[in-house]
T-cell receptor, first 116, second 113 residues
Framework: AQKVTQAQTEISVVEKEDVTLDCVYE???????LFWYKQPPSGELVFLIR??????QNEISGRYSWNFQKSTSSFNFTITASQVVDSAVYFC?????????????FGSGTRLQVQP | KAGVTQTPRYLIKTRGQQVTLSCSPI?????VSWYQQTPGQGLQFLFE???????NKGNFPGRFSGRQFSNSRSEMNVSTLELGDSALYLC????????????FGQGTRLTVV
């Protein structure tokens, strides 16, 4: 069975601080995909990144960066110089790769509040 | 390019009634998935459809059903509503490319009273 754990329920930072959101996953699959989604108050889930299990290269996109470590089954997300607009709930998710089944297993989410 | 459209956005139903929610995927996307989001259980997968066929189903009772039409639009139905069915129901679409990212709609917030 697959499982995603986001131990941080809520994080509050002051604008311009860096913040890291943790994600730990469990799966018996050797090939899988990891995702991060952002959910603003409007409700829709906004895709941020996808990583496959064979690609452990870290990725940076503007103020966002992701650290994938297969050895510790972690896929952490860092926001550098946070802004008020980053306030949202962030979800880490996992899906199996075989057969093209896209069912996502989500973590419980981390609510990020960025104070001005 | 229009995003995923879910209707209605808000719905209030009485316990015991049934409800139908609609989802129009992004043009060209042939796969539609549904998720339920509640404060207690979080985001849970309901089912996935591709080419009018259910390809995958989550662990929900038979009161939850869905279908997909030839134009890829999808509906989900919940019969004999229970208070615990109150949730945000999210639809996601993706092209039939293995494990590409899913694009979500804004959801339908269902309240059962």
């Amino acid at each position: 069975a697959q499982k995603v754990t986001q131990a941080q329920t809520e994080i509050s930072v002051v604008e311009k601080e860096d913040v890291t959101l943790d994600c730990v996953y469990e799966t018996r699959d050797t090939t899988y995909y990891l995702f991060w989604y952002k959910q603003p108050p409007s409700g829709e889930l906004v895709f941020l990144i996808r990583r496959n299990s064979f690609d452990e290269q870290n990725e940076i996109s503007g103020r966002y960066s992701w650290n994938f470590q297969k050895s510790t089954s972690s896929f952490n997300f860092t926001i550098t110089a946070s802004q008020v607009v980053d306030s949202a709930v962030y979800f880490c998710a996992l899906s199996e790769a075989l057969g093209g089944r896209r069912a996502l297993t989500f973590g419980s989410g981390t609510r990020l509040q960025v104070q001005p | 390019k229009a995003g995923v459209t879910q209707t209605p956005r808000y719905l209030i139903k009485t316990r015991g009634q049934q409800v139908t929610l609609s989802c129009s995927p992004i043009s060209g996307h042939r796969s539609v998935s549904w998720y339920q989001q509640t404060p207690g259980q979080g985001l849970q997968f309901l089912f996935e459809y591709f080419s009018e066929t259910q390809r995958n189903k989550g662990n929900f009772p038979g009161r939850f059903s869905g279908r997909q039409f030839s134009n890829s639009r999808s509906e989900m139905n919940v019969s004999t509503l229970e208070l615990g069915d109150s949730a945000l129901y999210l639809c996601a679409s993706s092209p039939f490319v293995e494990n590409t990212e899913a694009f979500f709609g804004q959801g339908t917030r269902l309240t059962v009273v």
